[in-house]
T-cell receptor, first 115, second 108 residues
Framework: ETGVTQTPRHLVMGMTNKKSLKCEQH?????MYWYKQSAKKPLELMFVYSLEERVENNSVPSRFSPECPNSSHLFLHLHTLQPEDSALYLC??????????????FGPGTRLLVL | DAKTTQPTSMDCAEGRAANLPCNHSTISGNEYVYWYRQIHSQGPQYIIH???NNETNEMASLIITEDRKSSTLILPHATLRDTAVYYCIARVGGKLIFGQGTELSVKP
């Protein structure tokens, strides 16, 4: 257990559905991240939040909409996804977001399948 | 962030030391070297990180060459549960850029 939880662990959705992924950290961290990992590919950073403000958006399509209501919770709202969006979505947190010496801790991920 | 190069795969006998190399010849003076591992379909797990000095914790040791152009992660007594993909990352600022990593197979 890393102190970062994600729900649901598995999700199947149609292309017209709207769903949300949830991440919660119990570490007292101030920064949270969303990553995407497609099959046989490295992790790709999607969004970074620091103190509930979005500080990075790595050219992610608008069908992915993040929300950070407080420093402990992070959501990824999904709508009109495509089959190629099927992947493992990982959440991570760190104490801050600006220091190279700050360790990120990952949740177990949500395995998403878009039909 | 500096590019890192790792072997695609390695085997290790159970109970022996696993030495995983990483080249980061373009690393700059303020970039840390991080190691994570990912067991199949789980979230990456932090192992260790260092800047200049060798580091050791309960999971592993990190040996960084004096010129900082390469490093080695050492798992002193590998077990079957250490089978995973190991990522070496040179990092400056907040970003972790993951490469393909080394797939370590620990065999009985």
């Amino acid at each position: 257990e890393t102190g970062v939880t994600q729900t649901p662990r598995h999700l199947v959705m149609g292309m017209t559905n709207k769903k949300s992924l949830k991440c919660e950290q119990h570490l007292g961290h101030n920064a949270m991240y969303w990553y995407k990992q497609s099959a046989k590919k490295p992790l790709e950073l999607m969004f970074v939040y620091s103190l509930e403000e979005r500080v990075e958006n790595n050219s992610v399509p608008s069908r992915f909409s993040p929300e950070c209501p407080n420093s402990s919770h992070l959501f990824l709202h999904l709508h009109t996804l495509q089959p190629e969006d099927s992947a493992l979505y990982l959440c991570a947190s760190s104490l801050g977001s600006g220091g190279a010496g700050e360790t990120q801790y990952f949740g177990p991920g949500t395995r998403l399948l878009v039909l | 962030d500096a590019k890192t190069t790792q072997p695609t795969s390695m085997d290790c006998a159970e109970g022996r030391a696993a030495n995983l190399p990483c080249n980061h010849s373009t690393i700059s003076g303020n970039e840390y070297v991080y190691w994570y591992r990912q067991i199949h379909s789980q979230g990456p797990q932090y192992i260790i990180h260092g800047l200049k000095n060798n580091e050791t914790n309960e999971m592993a040791s990190l040996i960084i060459t004096e010129d900082r152009k390469s490093s080695t992660l050492i798992l002193p007594h590998a077990t079957l549960r250490d089978t995973a993909v190991y990522y070496c990352i040179a990092r400056v600022g907040g970003k972790l850029i993951f490469g393909q990593g080394t797939e370590l197979s620990v065999k009985p």
